[in-house]
């Protein structure tokens, strides 16, 4: 019986921990912005694919051998 009392106990704690937290979040301004997420689907992501590794001049030797082949 004394399990369900420490049990109540720490649940209490906890959820007063969480409550804590989240008036903390709310005075804070962490739930300020309600337009952004809602258009944020809408837009597509921006990324850059240009990389040095995959985006290299080609050198000389391969040019010299790319435009001999051209004219095959």
Known sequence: MSVIFILIGCSLLLSGS???A???AGRSGQFEDDYTP???MLFEDV???RTKDNH???DEDSRIKSSA???K
């Open 22 to 24: 989240f008036l903390w």
């Open 69 to 71: 082949n051209a004219g």
């Open 18 to 20: 969480f409550l804590a």
């Open 47 to 49: 990324t850059n694919f």
């Open 56 to 58: 290299k001049e080609p």
């Open 38 to 40: 809602s258009v944020r």
